[in-house]
């Protein structure tokens, strides 16, 4: 079956850098989209961006251009999400997650999903 | 970017009852709109894709209808499992946007 594994929590202080990662397993990973998608405590979801892993194809939501890196090394089959600088409102969830559907980006919305991860960012 | 409304923000059935949630799109999004279903301390779970397709695994209680701007999740008998939060979720264009989410909570 399909795995996304993310790396565990995180608490950092504010202006700190952090990288957090999702690895797919069991599944050709260079071939599928993988999307992030933010979710605030006690919030709604929120898309910031999708990379495809095959050739670093990345698109980003206006919203959290310039704020974060979308990445991905498919040579073990991970892909990243980055802050060179946190603040205290990038504390929530971050989950990755992947479509069905191989190929034409992330048609179809995202069947699998990681774990997510918890980043908690104060001072 | 396109702006997806869900209504009502907090919906109250009971269970067996019919549950009708809503999602509007400020502009076209053609077919491309999703429905995820969110439960408490998990990660969100794809139920309706393509507006009206269901995912692998989802019980044919759920359906989905709508295209353009107007889209409808329906549960058509409540049970314990499906109180949670519904978000729909478009595919039609950058960047990738949510609703805000309908509550579905027991009556």
């Known amino acids: 079956e399909v795995q996304l594994a993310q790396s565990g929590a995180e608490v950092k202080k504010p202006g700190e850098s952090l990288k957090i990662s999702c690895k797919g397993s069991?599944?050709?990973?260079?071939?599928?989209?993988i999307g992030w998608v933010r979710q605030m405590p006690g919030k709604g979801l929120e898309w910031m961006g999708i990379?495809?892993?095959?050739?670093?194809?990345?698109r980003y939501s206006p919203s959290f251009q310039g704020q974060v890196t979308i990445s991905a090394d498919k040579s073990i089959s991970t892909a990243y999400l980055q802050w060179s600088s946190l603040k205290a409102s990038d504390t929530a969830m971050y989950y990755c997650?992947?479509?069905?559907?191989?190929?034409?980006?992330?048609?179809?919305?995202?069947?699998?999903w990681g774990q997510g991860t918890l980043v908690t960012v104060s001072s | 970017e396109i702006v997806m409304t869900q209504s009502p923000a907090t919906l109250s059935v009971s269970p067996g009852e019919r549950a009708t949630l809503s999602c509007r799109a400020s502009q076209s999004v053609s077919g491309n709109l999703a429905w995820y279903q969110q439960k408490p301390g998990q990660a969100p779970r794809l139920l309706i894709y393509g507006a009206s397709t269901r995912a692998t695994g989802i019980p044919a209680r759920f359906s989905g209808s709508g295209s353009g701007t107007e889209f409808t999740l329906t549960i058509s008998s409540l049970q314990s499992e499906d109180f949670a939060v519904y978000y729909c979720q478009q595919y039609n264009n950058w960047p990738r946007t949510f609703g805000q989410g309908t509550n579905l909570e027991i009556k």
């Open positions: 997650a992947r479509p069905d559907f191989r190929g034409d980006y992330d048609s179809g919305g995202y069947f699998y």
């Open positions: 990379i495809y892993p095959d050739d670093s194809d990345t």
């Open positions: 069991r599944y050709s990973f260079n071939s599928y989209w």
